[in-house]
Structure formats: structure tokens, C-alpha cells
């Protein structure tokens, strides 16, 4: 490994945010397996393999598992394989979900279903997640895979819990909470929590490191979800409010309703009626009241809670750099909202 990391240039380790500075050169390492192992026997599924990890992503889920492996303890070969089998599942997940959404953006980009089709897309995240489950099995970690098991089990379980419950006006915290780890936390959760076990971390420290991860992820969902609202088209690649349109109830939307307001009767009506069958006014109208109720607001304002919960789980770090960048990462997600 070292060999192979000595080769990566400066000018590629310059590309990372500063807070990954202590493992700068282990993350282009996966970036470089990522892209250049995986697939050579067809020119089709490199080619988007290849589209797929040039076209940038915040790479925060490997980060995190590499910088919980120098926090705990060595970083090993084996904490390479859990950085790349983390960000494959977060990948293939992403795939999927520009399906089922039909988004023709990512980070700017196009998709792969619409430079493609679906029917690629659909291959390609199965492959993703076939990838993955090579590199668990390379671990030979029962309770690794027991934990991204789990994880692929979430992921699966909290689509299919957000289909069920569009235009439901009822979700409460509790479940809207569950579907955020779900969907976001856990992954989050199992590369931090995992990362501590290679180490053979004591059940303390294991707990502590799950519990930064399944924090972070829970806020990290909740600003994703308050972007929906403030971010522009251009910025999200999608239209604003597109999740509400879908008829999807996120913690915007949740605080608003909560409101004592008679407006919120408003928004609970126009999201029960499906904007009167879908009208773009009475959608608008809806996006509006929400803004004028504080729910944006009040959003950002849990995630911050949380990230800062996730901040609390760290004083078991005594590399200070370490705990610092770690404190950023935090800072950082909070700073997109």
C-alpha cells in the first residue's frame, strides 16, 4: 500500500478538503481502486464506472472511515477495503435513486439513466453493491458484515417506508428520525463503528465512534432535506421542492405543520389534496407558508443539535489534529445549510 500511495502526486492530494489532510493520501488511494479496478472485462461498465467516481462527491463516508482508523488506533490495509466498500453502497444507493426520482442531475453532472438509460442505471448499482459485498467478504468480519448487512437492510427499508408514507401529514419525529438513519445514519454509523472494530477498539469506543457517525448522518439528512427548499435548480439539479412535490414530508415541513398558525392548516390541506391535483400555484403557495412558518429555520436549528451531539462522542480522541478535523467535518456539513 504505501508503494502505491508514494506514486499519487501532490497535486491530486490537493484536491481534498483541509480537514482530510491526515488521510489525504489513503482516500486518492481508494479513489484510484475505485476507479481502475473495478470492471475490466466490460468497456460499457468501465466507461461509467469511470463517469461515475471522476465526477467529484464529497467523499465523506470513506473519510470518516479512515480518519476513525487513525483515531482508534493503525490504518490498515483492511481500513482501505472498508473506505472503498463504503463508498460503493453510498454510490450504488445514489444510482438507484436518481431513478426513482428521475433526476437528470447530480453535482451538476448528468446521470446515469438519463446518459444512459434506467435499465443500465438498475445494472450498474447492482453491480456497485455486488462490488461492495467482494470487499465485506475481504474483511473476514463477522460482525462487519452483520453491521453492513444491517445497512443494506436500512437502506432498502427506509425507501420503501418514504414511498408508503408520501402525502401523510401525520409523520412524527420518531419516524421521520428512524427513516433519516435509515436511509443516511447508518452508513455514516457502520464506517465509523467499523473502523474502531479493525482496531479491536474496546466496546467504549466502538459505541462512541457509532454514535459520532449516526449523528452526523442524522444531520447531514436534515440539511439535505432543508436544502430541497433553499437551494436553487442550478445548485441542487433538481427542482426546488421537488421532494414535497413528491409528496415526501421532511423536518421543513414537519416544524411548519406543528405551528399553531392557521396556516399550517393551509399547507396540511394543500399536501393531503396532492396541491389540488397538482397545481404548480397551489405547490408554490405551499413552499411559501412553509418559509413564512420558520420551518427551514427550525431545521437547520435540530441539525445543529445533532451535529453537536455528534461533536460530544469524540472526547475519547486524544490525537488532537485528529479531533480537530473531525470537529470540521461537523462544521462543515452544518455550513450548507
Known amino acids: 500500500m504505501k508503494q502505491v500511495i508514494e506514486k499519487l502526486s501532490k497535486e491530486d492530494s490537493n484536491k481534498w478538503p483541509s480537514f482530510f489532510s491526515p488521510i489525504n493520501t489513503e482516500l486518492l488511494l481508494v479513489q484510484n481502486n475505485l476507479i481502475n479496478k473495478l ?8 466507461e461509467i464506472i469511470r463517469y461515475i ?3 467529484g462527491g464529497k467523499r465523506v463516508r470513506p473519510a470518516l472511515s479512515l480518519l476513525f482508523a487513525k483515531a482508534t488506533g493503525d490504518l490498515n490495509e483492511k481500513h482501505i477495503i472498508l473506505a472503498e466498500l463504503t463508498e460503493l ?11 426513482i426520482d428521475e433526476a437528470s442531475l447530480r453535482r451538476g ?4 439513466n438519463n446518459l444512459w438509460n434506467d435499465k443500465i442505471s438498475v445494472i450498474t448499482g447492482d453491480f456497485l453493491f455486488a462490488e ?3 470487499r465485506l467478504g475481504q474483511l473476514e468480519n463477522t460482525e462487519i458484515v452483520k453491521i453492513y448487512a444491517q445497512v ?9 417506508d418514504q414511498y408508503a408514507m408520501r402525502f401523510n401529514t401525520e409523520i412524527s419525529w420518531d419516524y421521520y428520525i428512524q427513516k433519516s438513519y435509515s436511509k443516511t445514519a447508518s452508513l455514516f454509523s457502520a464506517a465509523c463503528k467499523s473502523a474502531a472494530i479493525l482496531n479491536n477498539q474496546s466496546p467504549e469506543i466502538i459505541t462512541k465512534s457509532e454514535n459520532y457517525g449516526k449523528y452526523l448522518g442524522i444531520a447531514f439528512q436534515i440539511i439535505d432535506d432543508t436544502l430541497d427548499f433553499t437551494k436553487s435548480t442550478k445548485e441542487a439539479g433538481k427542482k426546488v421542492g421537488s421532494d414535497l412535490k413528491q409528496g415526501i414530508v421532511t423536518a421543513p415541513v414537519i416544524f411548519a405543520l406543528e405551528s399553531k398558525d392557521e396556516r399550517a392548516k393551509q399547507i396540511k390541506s394543500l399536501i393531503e389534496s396532492r396541491f389540488n391535483n397538482k397545481s ?12 413564512e412558518l420558520g420551518g427551514c429555520d427550525r431545521a437547520k436549528e435540530l441539525a445543529n443539535d445533532y451535529l453537536n451531539k455528534a461533536k460530544e ?4 480522541v486524544t490525537d488532537k489534529e485528529l479531533k480537530e478535523n473531525l470537529f470540521e467535518i461537523a462544521n462543515y456539513i452544518a455550513s450548507k445549510a
Do not use: M, N, P, Y
Not at 453502497?89 to 431513478?99: E, K, M, Q
Not at 443494506?152 to 420503501?160: K, M, T, V, Y
Not at 462522542?313 to 475519547?316: Q, R, Y
Open 109 to 112: 453532472k448528468e446521470t446515469i
Open 53 to 55: 467516481f471522476e465526477s
Open 39 to 46: 470492471s475490466k472485462q466490460s468497456k460499457l461498465l468501465s
Open 132 to 134: 461492495a459485498s467482494i
Open 280 to 291: 404548480e400555484e397551489d405547490f408554490e403557495k405551499a413552499i411559501r407558508l412553509i418559509f
Open 313 to 316: 462522542s469524540l472526547d475519547f
Open 152 to 160: 443494506l437492510s436500512d437502506l432498502c427499508a427506509g425507501e420503501i
Open 89 to 99: 453502497i453510498h454510490t450504488a444507493s445514489l444510482v438507484h435513486d436518481d431513478i
